[in-house]
């Protein structure tokens, strides 16, 4: 009886060796272990008629049991090692071709607005204008009410704004921040405030969200001409050539006068061309003189400071200056566009 049982242990054993040699993979071996080992496996079934066996036949066949079952993890530990092993030496013998050039590290590039935006603060800052900011969720009154724009005036119909809620909105324009700043420092004041701004504006020059430069000075005697100056300054150092700009009247309740900035466009240095749709003008943002009223809800004594404000588009500027003809180019995030400025 007993000698049965080790006979079938045995050709168990044999018949496990057998396939194990004929395994290729690791995952092979340790199914075909698994499938031998389990509690229904081939080495089990033998066992299940021990319970016939007397006492010391039970003993004696339980010790071929352990023997053959010590037998196969042997011997699957050792195809295992020496999977092992062959790995290790075709690691060893691996062909390394010193002279293939290292993994290139993509680097990251500044997004063309962000680029044009610095130009521009640094032109302003190379004047003397300070840097300031305001949050883009913006109250009411400093969007509009301080900026001599009270409800149902019909100049808010001029910025198609985001309302959240009655009192605050998403910012249409960067001009919060002139009164922003008026209210936390005293004159002179020379600020400019970069930033983003929302409209619900959308087509190929205008966008949802788009960005504004703001400047503002305060001071004894600030004039119509500095104004002017100062933006002609801009916009020839920003193109890098000589464009003249021209003032047309306009009506920003918080400037007076107001205007309307234009500079020669510089596609064509004026000539007449499809950008300026054959005027020689480009239209670059709105301007003017702080109105008084701006002054008095700041309190700040009109009498004795005079001011300028101005704000433009950034991204127009950077049409103007690379060519870019649809404004939802700077917005898609098409590497093929932005790594053209990186
Ligand atoms: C204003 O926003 C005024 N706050 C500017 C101002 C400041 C006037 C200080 C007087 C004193 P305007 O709505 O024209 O003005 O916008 C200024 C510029 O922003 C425009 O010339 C244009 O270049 C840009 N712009 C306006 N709407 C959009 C838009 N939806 N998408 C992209 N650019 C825009």
């Not at 590039?109 to 800052?125: M, Y």
């Not at 205008?206 to 430069?213: E, L, N, R, T, Y």
Request: hydrophobic letters at 40%.
């Amino acid at each position: 009886m007993t000698q049965g049982h080790r006979d079938k242990l045995e050709a168990v054993c044999a018949e496990f060796s057998e396939l194990l040699s004929e395994a290729v993979t690791e995952e092979s071996v340790r199914a075909l272990a698994a499938k031998y080992l389990s509690k229904k496996g081939p080495l089990s079934e033998v066992m299940k008629s021990m319970k016939d066996l007397s006492g010391d036949e039970r003993k004696s066949v339980g010790q071929a049991f352990n023997k053959a079952k010590g037998q196969i993890d042997t011997e699957v530990a050792a195809k295992l090692q020496s999977f092992a092993e062959e790995k290790r030496k075709a690691y060893l013998n691996r062909w390394i071709d010193v002279t293939v050039p290292g993994r290139q590290q993509a680097t990251g590039a500044l997004h063309l607005l962000t680029q044009v935006q610095k130009e521009c603060v640094d032109i302003f800052r190379g004047l003397g204008f300070g840097m300031a900011t305001g949050p883009q969720i913006e109250t009411d009154f400093h969007s509009f009410e301080a900026l001599a724009i009270p409800k149902n005036h019909p100049a808010r119909d001029m910025q198609d704004t985001f309302y959240l809620g009655d009192e605050m909105v998403l910012r249409p324009h960067t001009s919060p921040v002139q009164i922003r700043t008026m209210q936390s420092q005293e004159p002179p004041i020379a600020i400019i405030a970069p930033g983003v701004v929302y409209r619900r504006d959308d087509d190929p020059t205008h966008s949802p969200m788009f960005m504004q430069i703001e400047g503002l000075w305060v001071d004894k005697v600030v004039r119509f001409s500095d104004l002017k100056g100062v933006l002609w300054h801009f916009v020839n150092t920003f193109f890098g050539k000589s464009l003249e700009i021209r003032f047309r009247p306009s009506y920003f309740p918080f400037v007076e006068p107001g205007a309307e900035v234009d500079m020669q466009c510089s596609f064509c240095d004026g000539a007449g061309c499809g950008v300026c749709k054959g005027t020689g003008w480009v239209e670059i943002g709105g301007a003017g003189m702080v109105d008084p009223a701006v002054f008095a809800n700041v309190n700040v004594d009109s009498e004795a400071w005079t001011g300028f404000a101005f704000g433009m588009g950034i991204e127009r500027m950077a049409m103007l200056k690379y060519g870019v003809n649809d404004i939802k180019y700077y917005y898609e995030g098409d590497l093929r566009f932005l790594r053209q400025f990186s």
